[in-house]
């Protein structure tokens, strides 16, 4: 009896533990066949709203890029907010590249014209000192005209539709008549109002009569030229912007979002969440959306390179700041002509304007230190107000060196941007290149497919996307990129050269002066008498785009009327010449008898 009843017991115990098993095993197929996994996914990515993920499975799902034969998680709902997810999620990497480029080329616009500003506002309180403390006769009704002046020229390099040389040219018509009434012929200041017939027509004669000399032409060239490589570098600079802001909100082809889909999400669908894609396949299918970014690599490697010889150019040898400090030295020059030639000026505009000229009496002598290759003026030192401080300050010295180092050191990164995107989006975490990764159709151990190469041409080969034409968009940045890099090289042709010309300005010119400045130093300014800088035309710091290694200096040029010696004016020749200390000491001798 009691082997019968542990018969009956060991039945039991048996379809007992046989329907645990089988329990368990339904447990487990159902916990392997559900979304949970994908749904999680689906909410942390932002994908959607979970609810549109469901439970289990499902089996005949329509779907029109994740197709696959068995179960599946996704719906055509889902596919949809993959599209979308997909394409937010690609243009947030492409801008996380691009940002700091961006950044980088914004940053250094507004640095640069800082500096600019800062250069003019100071070449302009340095020529205002010269005129109220040298000039003071004519100072309070000059320094309307300065500040008209500096303030074309800060428009001008801003891009302004202004001309820097007419604006000179203007400066100077408006400094005649000042000049003429109260250096040239003191009396006559009374009689001649601002305003009146008198007043025009001394402008406007001005050209004709050339009282100043050849200084305004040479200030004004090598203004021009100073001013206008800063003006094209921040034009250049807007340009780069210009491009990166439509890049970064480029439209993408319905083909190259099926294949993002495909390659981020679909295998999601099979439950799949942690598998990444082949290298190989994610370089296909990014280069594939990228194709008419990728031909944006050839006219953006030249911008980047006219962007370094433009920034070259502008402070490679402190061109900009030695322009800008030569504008006193350029004004006294001028001034200096004309009280040297008055009795000559005086005579040529009696007869057009039909002013008095008779020369007034008992009239001292007004004019400041005058070289020349005939005689030499020397009146009493100016008052210590006349000599303000002429040194940029501490802080500036070098500064737009350092600015072209750093930028110049920044955008060497950026040379190969937009070929070398599509690699930037696929390296990381975002694919995998060991044994195991996804395909688009499956997991395999390796991408079997041929990857292609950047551009619209490549892609013709491309397995992954296809690319029916190039993006209009993207098409006509790259049309205005090429168009800007032409009339850049047209503008300043000689920007190739200046590699050849470091080499040259690295050290003593043939003549033995040193051509390279201390970038420490911040070539600053001389002060009346005692430290001297050389006028950009003088030293291959200052060398405008136009000028080409080997020419003449401009002071060995024999049209060029003798300099004068003042803050940031060039050291004349003449002063080693023999016969110059002859007419020097004449010169002494003669205001000794006058005085």
């Known amino acids: 009896?009691?082997?019968?009843?542990?018969?009956?017991?060991?039945?039991?115990?048996?379809?007992?533990?046989?329907?645990?098993?089988?329990?368990?095993?339904?447990?487990?197929?159902?916990?392997?066949?559900?979304?949970?996994?994908?749904?999680?996914?689906?909410?942390?990515?932002?994908?959607g709203p979970p609810q549109r993920v469901p439970e289990t499975p499902g089996r005949d799902v329509d779907l029109m890029v994740c197709k696959h034969q068995g179960p599946s998680c996704c719906t055509r709902k889902m596919e949809e907010s993959y599209q979308l997810a997909v394409k937010r999620e690609t243009l947030h990497n492409i801008q996380s590249y691009s940002y700091e480029l961006e950044?980088?080329?914004?940053?250094?616009?507004?640095?640069?014209?800082?500096?600019f500003q800062y250069l003019l506002s100071f070449s302009q309180g340095h020529l205002s000192s010269?005129?109220?403390?040298?000039?003071?006769?004519?100072?309070?009704?000059?320094?309307?005209?300065?500040?008209?002046?500096?303030?074309?020229?800060?428009?001008?390099?801003?891009?302004?539709?202004?001309?820097?040389?007419?604006?000179?040219?203007?400066?100077?018509?408006s400094l005649f008549p000042l000049v003429y009434t109260r250096l040239i012929n003191p009396g006559l200041e009374g009689g001649v109002m601002m305003g009146s017939e008198t007043d025009d027509c001394l402008r406007m004669i001005r050209q004709d009569v050339n009282p100043f000399g050849p200084h305004p032409g040479i200030m004004a060239k090598e203004l021009a030229g100073a001013l206008g490589v800063g003006r094209r570098l921040g034009l250049a600079l807007e340009e780069g912007l210009e491009v990166m802001n439509a890049t970064e909100h480029v439209s993408m082809s319905k083909e190259c979002v099926k294949g993002l889909v495909k390659m981020v999400y679909c295998s999601h669908c099979r439950?799949?969440?942690l598998i990444k894609p082949c290298v190989g396949y994610c370089l296909n299918v990014m280069r594939g959306c990228l194709a008419s970014m990728s031909e944006l690599d050839q006219p953006w490697r030249r911008y980047t390179t006219l962007l370094e010889q433009l920034t070259h150019a502008m402070a490679g040898h402190h061109s900009l700041e030695l322009a800008l400090l030569g504008v006193r030295g350029y004004v006294n020059e001028a001034l200096l002509y004309a009280q040297l030639h008055g009795p000559l000026i005086t005579a040529t505009v009696d007869k057009v304007c039909?002013?008095?000229?008779?020369?007034?009496?008992?009239?001292?002598?007004?004019?400041?230190?005058?070289?020349?290759?005939?005689?030499?003026?020397?009146?009493?030192?100016?008052?210590?107000?006349?000599?303000?401080?002429?040194?940029?300050?501490?802080?500036?010295?070098?500064?737009?060196?350092?600015?072209?180092?750093?930028?110049?050191?920044?955008?060497?990164?950026?040379?190969?941007?937009?070929?070398?995107?599509?690699?930037?989006?696929?390296?990381?975490?975002?694919?995998?290149?060991?044994?195991?990764?996804?395909?688009?159709?499956?997991?395999?151990?390796?991408?079997?497919?041929?990857?292609?190469?950047?551009g619209l041409h490549a892609q013709r080969q491309n397995p992954e996307?296809?690319?029916?034409?190039?993006?209009?968009?993207?098409?006509?940045?790259?049309?205005?990129?090429?168009?800007?890099?032409?009339?850049?090289?047209?503008?300043?042709?000689?920007?190739?050269?200046?590699?050849?010309?470091?080499?040259?300005?690295?050290?003593?010119?043939?003549?033995?002066?040193?051509?390279?400045?201390?970038?420490?130093?911040?070539?600053?300014?001389?002060?009346?008498?005692q430290d001297q800088t050389s006028h950009t035309e003088t030293s291959s710091?200052?060398?405008?785009?136009?000028?080409?290694?080997?020419?003449?200096?401009?002071?060995?040029?024999?049209?060029?009327?003798?300099?004068?010696?003042?803050?940031?004016?060039?050291?004349?020749?003449?002063?080693?010449?023999?016969?110059?200390?002859?007419?020097?000491?004449?010169?002494?001798?003669?205001?000794?008898?006058?005085?």
């Open 1 to 47: 009896m009691s082997r019968g009843l542990c018969q009956r017991v060991n039945s039991c115990r048996s379809a007992w533990i046989l329907s645990a098993f089988v329990f368990a095993v339904n447990v487990i197929d159902v916990d392997a066949y559900s979304c949970h996994e994908v749904r999680t996914a689906f909410q942390l990515r932002q994908v």
């Open 271 to 273: 439950g799949l969440t």
């Open 354 to 454: 039909g002013l008095s000229t008779e020369e007034p009496t008992n009239m001292p002598p007004t004019s400041p230190e005058v070289t020349t290759s005939t005689s030499t003026v020397t009146p009493s030192p100016p008052p210590p107000s006349a000599a303000p401080s002429q040194r940029l300050p501490e802080q500036w010295h070098g500064q737009l060196a350092h600015l072209r180092r750093e930028f110049l050191m920044y955008l060497q990164r950026y040379k190969s941007f937009f070929a070398a995107l599509p690699e930037m989006l696929c390296e990381g975490e975002n694919v995998v290149d060991d044994s195991t990764c996804w395909s688009g159709d499956e997991v395999v151990e390796s991408y079997a497919g041929r990857v292609v190469g950047n």
């Open 541 to 595: 710091e200052g060398k405008s785009i136009g000028r080409q290694p080997g020419r003449d200096r401009p002071h060995e040029d024999p049209s060029k009327p003798p300099s004068v010696k003042v803050i940031g004016g060039s050291q004349s020749d003449s002063w080693a010449r023999p016969w110059s200390l002859a007419l020097l000491l004449a010169a002494l001798c003669l205001q000794w008898t006058l005085y």
């Open 465 to 529: 996307v296809k690319v029916r034409g190039p993006n209009p968009t993207l098409a006509e940045v790259k049309e205005r990129l090429e168009l800007f890099n032409e009339e850049t090289q047209d503008m300043f042709p000689q920007l190739g050269q200046m590699e050849a010309w470091d080499e040259l300005g690295s050290g003593e010119t043939e003549e033995g002066s040193t051509t390279d400045c201390d970038d420490e130093d911040g070539c600053q300014a001389s002060g009346d008498g």
């Open 103 to 115: 950044h980088l080329i914004s940053g250094h616009a507004d640095a640069f014209q800082d500096m």
């Open 130 to 173: 010269l005129l109220e403390g040298t000039y003071s006769s004519l100072s309070r009704q000059a320094l309307p005209h300065v500040n008209q002046l500096f303030s074309s020229l800060s428009l001008y390099i801003r891009g302004a539709n202004v001309s820097a040389e007419a604006s000179i040219h203007q400066f100077y018509n």
